[in-house]
């Protein structure tokens, strides 16, 4: 059984900056994906098997950065410039294939979620 635990969540203010972090019990393909109260989870950025690759939705590139360490199995995603509507719960996701994905079913596996809080 695959699991995935994040942590790094929090409040912070406009303008500030958080780490997320998945740890994994394998290495995948792994996404970090968001839901805001009332609207769709939605894609915010991925990374390969390898680490080679990554993608990031256009509302977040620039101030989003997704790495890994294999060494630990863990995946980060560093935010910086936050900003109100980023405010969501923040979820990690892994698949089994080495590419990532931006779609969510075609992830294999999710993590519990950790809320992201960002007051102007």
């Known amino acids: 059984q695959v699991q995935l635990v994040e942590s790094g969540g929090g409040l912070v203010q406009a303008g500030g900056s958080l780490r997320l972090s998945c740890a994994a019990s394998g290495r995948y393909a792994m996404g970090w994906f968001r839901q805001a109260p009332g609207k769709e989870r939605e894609f915010v950025a991925a990374?390969?098997?390898?680490?080679?690759?990554?993608y990031y939705v256009a509302a977040v590139k620039g101030r989003f950065t997704i790495s890994r360490d294999n060494a630990k199995n863990t995946v980060y995603l560093q935010m910086i410039s936050l900003k109100p509507e980023d405010t969501a719960v923040y979820y990690c996701?892994?698949?089994?294939?080495?590419?990532?994905?931006?779609?969510?079913?075609?992830?294999?596996?999710w993590g519990q979620g950790t809320q992201v809080t960002v007051s102007s």
């Open positions: 996701a892994a698949r089994w294939q080495r590419s990532y994905s931006t779609l969510a079913k075609e992830y294999n596996y």
């Open positions: 990374i390969s098997w390898s680490g080679d690759t990554t």
